[in-house]
Structures are given as C-alpha cells and as structure tokens.
Nanobody
Framework: QVQLVESGGGLVQAGDSLRLSCADS????????MGWFRQAPGKEREFVAA????????YYADSVKGRFTISRDNAKNTVYLQMDSLKPEDTAVYYC?????????????????WGQGTQVTVSS
C-alpha cells in the first residue's frame, strides 16, 4: 500500500524558491515511478514532472523545464520537487502521485496513488 503525504508548500514572492516533499509510509516506494501535478482554481490538473523508480530519468512539462527539478531518495521513501524562479502562474495545489506500470507518463489517469496536495501561492 502506498500512502503519500506532501509538504513544503507556502506563500512566496515571484523569483523565490520552494522545495516540496512527498513521503510514502509504505514499503514499496522504490518500485514506483513518481510524478508531480498541479491544479489551479478553475483549471484541470496539469502535469509538472515525473521520475522513474531508479531516479535516472526525468521528464518535465515545458512550462517548468529549467526552473523545477524532480528528485527522489528511495532510502527515505521521498520524492522532491525543487522549484526555483517561481512565477505567479505557478500558483496551484501541488500533488504527488505514484504509478507502477507507466513510467514517465504525464497522463494522470495512469497514476495509481495520490497525495492530498499542498498549496503553493506565488505573489507578484
């Protein structure tokens, strides 16, 4: 069983940085590929980044490429999203998710488990 809990969100100014964490309390974290998604009010859930089980390959949405970095520490059952040069349009609830079969996918329907989300607000 995978149970994901995000943390690290908050209110920052444009240009600032934040690091989100997503911890799994289960014992099988290392076999899952992980993704980060976000959802702004009135908008659909949007893919942000993904990382395979080993951490050797990553995949980013064009909107965050070069500013965000996804990483994982399988010894700590945790995936991270380092967000630099934040913009007001990055404001959203950020969710982490786990998938067993689809690797670096941007399709939210291919993820098996989701966290509850953490709010990120970027002021201009």
């Amino acid at each position: 069983q995978v149970q994901l809990v995000e943390s690290g969100g908050g209110l920052v100014q444009a240009g600032d940085s934040l690091r989100l964490s997503c911890a799994d309390s289960g014992r099988t974290f290392s076999i899952y590929s992980m993704g980060w998604f976000r959802q702004a009010p009135g908008k659909e859930r949007e893919f942000v980044a993904a990382i395979i089980w080993s951490g050797r390959r990553t995949y980013y949405a064009d909107s965050v490429k070069g500013r965000f970095t996804i990483s994982r520490d399988n010894a700590k059952n945790t995936v991270y999203l380092q967000m630099d040069s934040l913009k007001p349009e990055d404001t959203a609830v950020y969710y982490c998710a786990a998938n067993l079969d689809y690797g670096l996918t941007r399709d939210p329907n291919e993820y098996d488990y989701w966290g509850q989300g953490t709010q990120v607000t970027v002021s201009s």
